[in-house]
């Protein structure tokens, strides 16, 4: 019989975005992320990415008006509906941060000790999703 092992990533969160090519560099440059597949459209802005984020994979795509699921960048929104969390090691959560700020990410929340016994920050990207850097590593 035949088993069934689930894949190493189970989940794949997928962002919209007014301006996904630029919002793709900036994901690089503020918080090391790489792009590991990437389609354009004919006008040649990025229509579809898949952006490596440690061990994991996010999707980002272009905002659209008519998307039949009804989602849309936070920037269209007037602010976010969510929240992202990535772990990144406790020694390197300062430079991180200074990165993030560096390279226009606005601060939510300054590093600081959460209540569960982890230090973190939370900014945001410039169309408006949040993102927590901690390192929480999971149960």
Known sequence: MATHEPPRQTVFAQLKYVSPGAMSRFLADAFGFATHFAVEGADGELEHAQLRVGSSLIFLSRHRDDDQYGLSSPQVLG???????????????????????????????????????????????????????SSYAGE
């Open 79 to 133: 602010g976010a509906s969510g929240n992202l969390c990535v772990w990144v090691a406790d020694d390197q959560l300062d430079a991180h941060s200074r990165r993030a700020v560096d390279a226009g990410a606005t601060i939510l929340n300054p590093i600081h000790d959460s209540l569960a016994g982890v230090r973190e920050y939370s900014c945001t990207d410039p169309e408006g999703h949040v993102w927590t850097f």
